[in-house]
């Protein structure tokens, strides 16, 4: 998907879901591997992700969420064709 509508879709999620912005949490992974690692339900929590046209345009995403103040890893180091970016509301039970 388009770097600027993949951001714009995630945003107007947020917006919908209610929060602030730093409530929310947002990487970069190859596929939906990311609700272990964080703790996740698919059923229960809110998330939204979606693909990047390349594993360039992700990273671009990325720092358009960040700038806007949805947290996000300290550091990213990307491996092969990791372009799904994904954000979820953070909650007592998700890490981070």
């Known amino acids: ?11 107007k999620y947020i917006d919908c879901c209610g ?3 730093n409530s929310w ?14 703790g996740l339900s698919e ?3 809110l998330w ?3 693909c990047a046209t ?4 992700a990273v671009q995403v990325l720092d358009g ?3 806007m103040g949805v947290r996000g890893p300290d550091s990213l180091a990307l491996s092969g064709e990791q372009r799904f970016v994904y954000v979820y509301r953070k909650t007592s039970k998700t890490c981070p």
Request: aromatic content about 10%; overall charge positive; cysteine-free.
């Open 19 to 21: 929060g602030l912005y």
């Open 43 to 45: 059923a229960e929590d």
């Open 25 to 38: 949490f947002a990487g970069i992974s190859r596929d939906k591997e990311f609700f272990q690692v964080h």
């Open 54 to 57: 390349s594993p360039e345009g």
């Open 1 to 11: 998907m388009d770097k600027q509508r993949l951001l714009k879709g995630i945003l």
């Open 65 to 67: 969420l960040r700038r």
């Open 48 to 50: 939204i992700g979606g």
